[in-house]
T-cell receptor, first 116, second 115 residues
Framework: AQKVTQAQTEISVVEKEDVTLDCVYETRDTTYYLFWYKQPPSGELVFLIRRNSFDEQNEISGRYSWNFQKSTSSFNFTITASQVVDSAVYFCALQTGSSNTGKLIFGQGTTLQVKP | NAGVTQTPKFQVLKTGQSMTLQCAQDMNHEYMSWYRQDPGMGLRLIHYSVGAGITDQGEVPNGYNVSRSTTEDFPLRLLSAAPSQTSVYFC??????????????FGDGTRLSIL
């Protein structure tokens, strides 16, 4: 079975706090791709990052960082020094190498609220 | 460069009506797809296309038709709207085919309500 689980439905933090959004995936494929998307209150989906299964190097982009661990099938997303503008729904998604549809398997999303 | 453009942004229909959700991209992407987003269910693939003239079904295709006469356009048709089709619809596109695993770029969505 292929599945993405985002166990945290909602997270609320105060501005400048660090916050980690969890993502656990399931797949039997050895080649797969993981994505994070952001959906702000305005509703659009914004691509944040893509990671393939052969590259476990962590990545940092400004205040955003991603921790990919194949041993635990996790691809967690950390926002450092959160800001009100980070308030959004964040989706983790999986695309398997064997998929012939290009389908993204989305988690249910984590709603992040950053309070001033 | 507009990216992926969806129209309309909002629509209210009565049960049994038909309509077409428009999607256009100006990035010359081969792959295009339609998803629906429902509370608690994430996004689910409806139909997809790997190029002009080629379409196929995704996870939840019933009640929807698509066509791909040009690389740029990928309209989604609701044949006879049902309340269960109330949802937010997203169109996406990416470079290459389904095996390319390139990031899919999404439109702003169409919020559809069926009464």
């Amino acid at each position: 079975a292929q599945k993405v689980t985002q166990a945290q439905t909602e997270i609320s933090v105060v501005e400048k706090e660090d916050v980690t959004l969890d993502c656990v995936y399931e797949t039997r494929d050895t080649t797969y791709y993981l994505f994070w998307y952001k959906q702000p209150p305005s509703g659009e989906l914004v691509f944040l990052i893509r990671r393939n299964s052969f590259d476990e190097q962590n990545e940092i982009s400004g205040r955003y960082s991603w921790n990919f661990q194949k041993s635990t099938s996790s691809f967690n997303f950390t926002i450092t020094a959160s800001q009100v503008v980070d308030s959004a729904v964040y989706f983790c998604a999986l695309q398997t190498g064997s998929s012939n549809t290009g389908k993204l398997i989305f988690g249910q999303g984590t709603t992040l609220q950053v309070k001033p | 460069n507009a990216g992926v453009t969806q129209t309309p942004k909002f629509q209210v229909l009565k049960t049994g009506q038909s309509m077409t959700l428009q999607c256009a991209q100006d990035m010359n992407h081969e792959y295009m797809s339609w998803y629906r987003q429902d509370p608690g269910m994430g996004l689910r693939l409806i139909h997809y296309s790997v190029g002009a003239g080629i379409t196929d079904q995704g996870e939840v295709p019933n009640g929807y038709n698509v066509s791909r006469s040009t690389t740029e356009d990928f309209p989604l048709r609701l044949l006879s709207a049902a309340p269960s089709q109330t949802s937010v619809y997203f169109c996406a596109s990416s470079y290459g085919g389904p095996y390319s695993n390139q990031p899919q770029h999404f439109g702003d969505g169409t919020r559809l309500s069926i009464l």
